[in-house]
């Protein structure tokens, strides 16, 4: 059964916390990506990874870092969590980035108070 | 980088009518348009694409029209059904490129 899995699921968090937001995949995809998602900005591109240790950043990376040790699992960490990181969080795997179908996950709703 | 357009934000249409959502790019090396639907609290899903050397492509009720020379491209549900009503985003990729782009989503309501 092809998934994406996230945890966890709602994060409530203060200001200047640090959050750890994981994601695995049991699809052994190279890609994994995670994004944001905010109402009226759609969904913007915050890292990707193409393997293990084998990452870059996207479109809104600043303040925001990620771990991949395993080819399934990809990590989301925020040091000092501000109040405008406050979000919906997706982690995404495709096979490859040409013409690849992304498969989303659940999403984690983090608010930062 | 590549840009996304996506109108309208947000569309309502009679159920059994059509919807049409248009999208529009900049570069173009771009060859791949996906288009991914998000129900109220779901993820987004690919509900179908088409790459740069086809113009139209049809899955049951949805219809991608691709028009590189105007750098456009749309998405057509026909006899619009509850079940359509979502998020529908549109996106592209350039070659080359690694990742998508995304516009930034159509709200589509369909109205009883």
Partial sequence: DMK?????????????????L????????????????????????IYISYDVDSNSEGDIPKGYRVSRKKREHFSLILDSAKTN????????????QN??????????????? | GEQVEQLPSILRVQEGSSASINCSYEDSA????????????????LII????????????????????KAKRFSLHITDTQPGDSAMYFCAAHTEGADRLTFGKGTQLIIQP
């Avoid at chain 1, 709602?10 to 750890?20: A, F, H, Q, S, T």
């Avoid at chain 2, 740069?52 to 029209?65: D, G, T, W, Y």
């Fill in chain 1, 4 to 20: 994406v899995t996230q945890m966890p699921r709602y994060l409530i968090k203060r200001m200047g916390e640090n959050v750890l």
């Fill in chain 1, 22 to 45: 994981e994601c695995g995949q049991d699809m052994s995809h190279e890609t994994m990506y995670w994004y944001r998602q905010d109402p009226g900005l759609g969904l913007q591109l």
């Fill in chain 1, 85 to 96: 990181q406050t979000s919906v969080y997706f982690c995404a795997s495709s096979q490859g």
């Fill in chain 1, 99 to 113: 013409y690849a179908e992304q498969f989303f996950g659940p999403g984690t709703r983090l608010t930062v108070l």
């Fill in chain 2, 30 to 45: 771009s060859n791949y348009f996906p288009w991914y639907k998000q129900e109220p609290g779901e993820n987004p899903k």
């Fill in chain 2, 49 to 68: 694409d088409i790459r740069s050397n086809m113009e139209r492509k049809q899955i049951q009720e949805l219809i991608v029209l691709l028009d590189k």
